[in-house]
C-alpha cells in the first residue's frame, strides 16, 4: 500500500516514512467470516525474546515445505488454509498465537475430542511455555436444549448472551482432562460477519485474561519480601531515635541502603509484568463491553463470575505496585534523615578539629616566639662573646680601648642587628609559604 498521495497535474506529497504503517496498523487483525458451525483450537505460548523469532523461522520453514503462502519478512500475522482447515498465526511482544479453524460435522458439543483435532499443531514445534489452550465450540442453535449444568461444572459456570441476543455464550474456567478450557458458542443468527467478530473477541478475552493473572504469582513471590523490607524499615527507624554515635548512624545507613537495594531489585524485575497485566486487564474489560453481556437465567454472566475471581488478583498486583513505591519513599526518606544527621555529625567532628589544629597552631606559634627569643640571645651571647676577642686583641697590640665599656656598648647593638636578621628571615618564610 503506497503511502504517498497524487494530486492533479502529477504532484506527489511525500508521505511519513510511519504513515503506511500507521495505516495498516488499524486492519492488522480484521474479523474473519466465520461458517457456522466450527470448531476453533487456540493455542498461546510465551515467545519473549529468542524465542520469538525460532517461532518465525519455524512458521516459515512450515510455509515453505507445504507450498502455502509465504510469510512475509517483518508480519506479525500470517493466515494459510490446508485444506479444510484455517491457521491464524499472529506474533506479539511478549507471545505468539495459533488459532486452527476447522469444519464441525457433529451437533453435539465438543465431539470429536480437541486432542484428535489438534493433531496438525504437533507438525510444528513448541514455540515456548503453552499459556492458552482453548477449545471453542460454535453450534447453531436448535430445539433441543442443551443442559449447560451437565456440559460445564456447576460451581464455575458462567452464562451469557450478546447485546441482541442472537448468541450465548458458555465456560466453566475450567481445565478439561486433556488441559483445554472448552467454551461453547450457540449461534442464533449471528451471520458470518457478526460470529467471526464475536468468536475473535472471546477468544482475545479468554488469551488476555490468562496473560492478566501472570501478575499474580509475581505479587506473591514479591509479597515477603516485601514485608521483610517493612519490617527492617521499622526496626531502623525505631534504632534511629537512640542512635547518637557517628558509627551507629554510618552502620543504620549501610542497612537501609541494602534495604533500598533490595526493594529496588524487586521493583524493577516485575514493572513489565505488573503494568502488562495492567493493560491486559483493560483489554479484557474493554472486550467484556465490546460484547455486551446479557444474563441468562440465574447464571453469572462472564462480566460478574471474572469481577469476583479476576478483581482480587489485579488488586492484589496493583497493591503490591502501591506498597513498593509508598515503601521506596519511606527508605528515602528515613536515608536522607541518617544523611542529614551524619552530616551533621562529620561537620561538627570537622569543626572540633579545626579548633584543635587552631589550639596547636596558637601553641606552636608562641613556642616558636620563644624559640626565637632564646636563639637571639643565644646568637647574640657568641657574637658579643666573639666580639670581646676582637677588641681583646685589639688592646694586646696597644690600641688604646677599654675592654668592658666597647663590650657592653656592642651588647644591645648585637641583639638589635641578630633580632632584626631572625625578623627578616622570618618574614621571607611566611611569604613563601603563601
Not at 460435522?105 to 493433531?119: D, G, I, K, R, V
Not at 474493554?286 to 453481556?293: D, K, V
Request: glycine content about 6%; some cysteine.
Amino acid at each position: 500500500m503506497t503511502a504517498d498521495v497524487t494530486i492533479e497535474g502529477g504532484t506527489r506529497l511525500t508521505a511519513h516514512a510511519m504513515r503506511a504503517a500507521i495505516l495498516g496498523e488499524v486492519h492488522a487483525r480484521p474479523f474473519t467470516p466465520l461458517q457456522t458451525p466450527r470448531r476453533i483450537l487456540h493455542f498461546a505460548f510465551d515467545t519473549a525474546g529468542e524465542a520469538g523469532r525460532t517461532d518465525r523461522a519455524a512458521l516459515t520453514d512450515f510455509c515453505v515445505r507445504r507450498g502455502l503462502d509465504p510469510l512475509k519478512p517483518g508480519a506479525k500475522h500470517h493466515r494459510v488454509t490446508l485444506g479444510g482447515t484455517t491457521l491464524r498465526w499472529e506474533q506479539h511482544s511478549e507471545f505468539t498465537t495459533y488459532t486452527w479453524e476447522l469444519p464441525s460435522q457433529s451437533a453435539a458439543p465438543f465431539h470429536p475430542a480437541a486432542t484428535s483435532l489438534a493433531a496438525p499443531m504437533a507438525s510444528l514445534p513448541q514455540p515456548g511455555p503453552l499459556l492458552v489452550a482453548l477449545d471453542l465450540h460454535v453450534l447453531a442453535e436448535t430445539e433441543k436444549e442443551i443442559a449447560l449444568d451437565r456440559l460445564f461444572d456447576r460451581a464455575g459456570l458462567a452464562v451469557a448472551e450478546n447485546s441482541d441476543g442472537k448468541a450465548l455464550f458458555a465456560t466453566d474456567f475450567q481445565a478439561d482432562p486433556a488441559g483445554f478450557l472448552r467454551i461453547l458458542l450457540l449461534d442464533r443468527g449471528l451471520g458470518p460477519e457478526r460470529a467471526g467478530a464475536l468468536v475473535q473477541r472471546i477468544v482475545e478475552l479468554e488469551t488476555y485474561r490468562t496473560l492478566a493473572l501472570l501478575g499474580l504469582p509475581e505479587a506473591q513471590r514479591l509479597a515477603p519480601s516485601i514485608s521483610h523490607i517493612e519490617a527492617g524499615l521499622a526496626q531502623v527507624t525505631d534504632e534511629m531515635r537512640r542512635a547518637d554515635q557517628l558509627i551507629d548512624n554510618h552502620r543504620l545507613l549501610d542497612e537501609l541502603t541494602a534495604l533500598a537495594a533490595e526493594l529496588e531489585a524487586g521493583a524493577a524485575a516485575s514493572l513489565f509484568r505488573f503494568g502488562a497485566s495492567r493493560a491486559y486487564n483493560e483489554i479484557v474489560q474493554l472486550r467484556l463491553s465490546t460484547i455486551g453481556e446479557r444474563k441468562v437465567e440465574e447464571f453469572p454472566t462472564w462480566s460478574s463470575f471474572l469481577a469476583r475471581r479476576m478483581a482480587p488478583a489485579m488488586r492484589t498486583c496493583a497493591t503490591t505496585e502501591e506498597r513498593q513505591a509508598d515503601l521506596s519513599e519511606k527508605l528515602a526518606r528515613a536515608a536522607n534523615l541518617l544523611r542529614t544527621r551524619v552530616d551533621v555529625e562529620m561537620e561538627r567532628q570537622n569543626r572540633d578539629l579545626l579548633k584543635s589544629m587552631n589550639e596547636r597552631t596558637r601553641l606552636q606559634l608562641r613556642l616558636q616566639t620563644t624559640v626565637e627569643g632564646l636563639s637571639v640571645a643565644a646568637v647574640s651571647y657568641y657574637v658579643v662573646g666573639l666580639f670581646g676577642y676582637l677588641v681583646k686583641g685589639l688592646h694586646d697590640e696597644g690600641v688604646p680601648v677599654d675592654m668592658s665599656l666597647t663590650t657592653a656598648l656592642f651588647v644591645p647593638v648585637a641583639v638589635l642587628a641578630i633580632w632584626f636578621v631572625v625578623r627578616r628571615i622570618r618574614r621571607r618564610h611566611v611569604a613563601g609559604d603563601r
